[in-house]
């Protein structure tokens, strides 16, 4: 997959409770007070599931292709005990979710507050006349990598148009980078059309349009204008 360039990207995240057979060793929760004693509690263990596909949008418009998938799994080292009756269960899930989720935040960063909603709302919901109880709480994040072949054609397209001339590999390379409170983050890069967003580098042409790093060095690969005012920046 590291050839795979990506244009989009969706995340969807799902939480499922898996009951555990009883006959497992269970962990008991001190009783701090003779409240707590009788509150119904759950031993949980947690697993997360990341899967990414990456997909390719045909430019006729056809039906997307899956060209790949990677799957990572990562489980808690030991179960966690929960009081379901608490009134802060959704913070106390919160404040476990994100310790556990330290090593893949960026992953699951826009979806932490969906999975902890999902995940309180289904613990909640399975609440019993019994003791206790064992439970694995499976939380799978699948993440959508769109290419669009669309706009690779258009590119291939420009490159072979007659006259096409590419801009000289000195130009490209002193093009100036623009730091993160430079740049307007609700503006699109008008070569792969997404958002400029704040983590990808971005570069902006003597004419002052900025874009994606990687999308305008390949554009004036190509092209030695830019894709919105026509700009001609040097060529050998």
Request: proline residues 4%; aromatic residues 6%; contains cysteine.
């Amino acid at each position: 997959m590291l050839t795979f360039v990506c244009h989009s990207c969706v995340k969807t995240s799902l939480v499922k409770i898996k009951p555990i057979p009883k006959q497992k060793k269970l962990i008991i929760p001190p009783i701090t007070s003779s409240y707590t004693s009788f509150l119904p509690y759950l031993n949980i263990e947690f697993r997360f599931i990341i899967m990414k596909r990456y997909w390719y949008i045909r430019p006729n418009d056809q039906a997307s292709e899956r060209v790949g998938r990677t799957l990572e799994c990562k489980a808690s080292l030991s179960p966690i005990v929960i009081h379901l009756s608490d009134i802060k269960l959704y913070d106390r899930l919160d404040s476990i979710i994100s310790k556990l989720l330290r090593d893949s935040k960026n992953e699951f960063e826009d979806q932490h507050h969906n999975i902890v909603e999902q995940t309180s709302r289904k613990l909640e919901s399975i609440m019993s006349t019994n003791e206790m109880s064992k439970v694995r709480v499976v939380i799978a994040l699948t993440i959508d990598q769109y290419c669009d072949g669309r706009i690779l054609l258009a590119l291939q397209e420009s490159s072979s148009v007659v006259g096409m001339v590419a801009a000289s590999k000195s130009s490209i390379e002193l093009l100036e980078t623009i730091e993160n409170d430079e740049r307007s983050n609700n503006d699109d890069c008008m070569v792969c059309l997404d958002e400029i967003g704040d983590e990808t580098q971005v570069l902006r042409l003597p004419c002052s349009h900025m874009f994606h790093a990687h999308c305008i060095t390949k554009w004036l690969q190509n092209s030695h204008y830019c894709p919105l005012c026509r700009f001609e920046m040097p060529i050998d």
